[in-house]
């Protein structure tokens, strides 16, 4: 009996397919937009690989290229070679640090002449791969301390080379991987050791490191005081208030200084005080709770010289109004306003065209796309699918909530890209990667792959 053959798209995920051309087509014309002037050849621009739309829509082209590609290749493959994959994304990282190219003061890229690889972008998915790959060991028992170690140590250990390499905000994303890793099993004390350490983290940057260690200091003795009955039964609450007010007092004095000293860059601390309205305390070797030399012209102007980016941005996205300006009718956009508009700030050039409803529609492309990763993830017979997937959705994320809270303002301005939108080859090669992989695995869902 004749029998059809299988085509590339049979059995793939099409609504995802279609979720990433749309959202990559938008990137596309919202590069457009900021590049194109009137006197432009939009033809001879478009295949002349001089204009960042221009080799967008080349990186577009190789990107559908490579998806069809990972189509048609056995999902076997991924679950075979995640380890050496790994060790190559890391191997990638080293190699920066001695043929590396330095673009913004990052010491991250790889030049390859039509592109530059960033090795911490694209790690991302050997990362998600190897942690896949663990996590689906017969072997693997993450209810102990020993898997999760492990596993903690696949996912965090790209965030040593990304901090080396003056890639702060980069080097966040990978904290992503606590969402899979929690989905299979992984103690919600760590998650929420880890939000309490953010809180206090926001709270030290908002008030002077001394009279807050006093503040939680009384607040702990009068918790003290009103349990001392609940205390004389069972000590070991009492040593819970002293040590968590040690803890509080030893990250506030000792670990918050270190961070904005020695991992954060100077105007990445700047950019983070400047947000919330305060001067970098831990400059010139001050620490919070001493006062800065009085001089507030020039701390005002730096202030305001640091706040510039998020400023046009907020000036950009509110001047589209509801239905926007329309498409090449964006003042800020066509002036230049709004500096790395095409990267980093790209969603600025949708709100200023397109307005909210624009922004509307893409953020339920986003939430759409988000939600059919998280349904085709809970379809997997097999740990290493699900696993992956979870970590796509978390990337993705983290990603986009990010990116779009540091164009209005709600995050500091530390360099995360707009997934499918923002310029970039590295960019937009590895977000194909990881959501191509998982089409392809998702197509092989009845098969239990380790």
Known sequence: MYQRKETILQGKDWRLIWMFGL???????????????????????LFAFQKNYSKQFFYLIACVVVAMFILLTDSKLFTATPNLLYVFGIGLMLAT??????????????????????????????????????????????????????????CFLPIVFSLLQNETGLALVYFAFLLPMYREGFPPIYLILGFS????????????????????GVIALLLINSLKI?????????????????????????????????????YQADRIFSMIGRDNPYIDGKTVGIDMPANSAAKKSKADNENYNVKQSKIAIGSGGFFGKGFLKGTQTQGDFVPEQHTDFIFTSLAENFGFVGCALLMFLYLSMLLRILFIAERQRSTFSRVYAYSVAAIVFFHVAVN??????????????????????????????????????????????R
């Open 197 to 216: 350490m953010g809180v206090l983290l926001v709270v030290t940057l908002l008030f002077p490191a001394k009279p807050l260690i006093i503040a939680l």
């Open 23 to 45: 959202i990559s087509i938008i990137g596309l014309i919202s590069i457009f937009s900021v590049e194109y002037r009137s006197n432009d050849d939009i033809i001879h621009s």
């Open 230 to 266: 609940k205390i004389k039964r069972n000590r070991s609450l009492l040593f819970f208030i002293v040590g968590f007010w040690a803890f509080s007092a030893l990250f506030i004095g000792a670990v918050v200084p270190f961070l904005f000293k020695h991992v954060f860059q100077s």
């Open 404 to 449: 779009i809270c540091m164009t209005i303002g709600l995050a500091p301005v530390i360099g995360i890209t707009l997934p499918l939108m923002s310029y970039g080859g590295s960019s937009l090669l590895t977000f194909t990667i990881l959501i191509f992989i998982l089409i392809r695995l998702d197509a092989d869902r009845q098969m239990v792959l």
């Open 97 to 154: 640090f001695f043929i590396g190219k330095t673009v913004n003061g990052s010491k991250s890229w790889i030049p390859l002449g039509f592109m530059n690889l960033q090795p911490v972008e694209t790690c991302k998915i050997f990362t998600a791969l190897a942690l896949a790959k663990y996590l689906s060991r017969p072997d693997t028992h993450f209810d102990k301390s020993r898997s999760q170690l492990i596993a903690a140590g696949i």
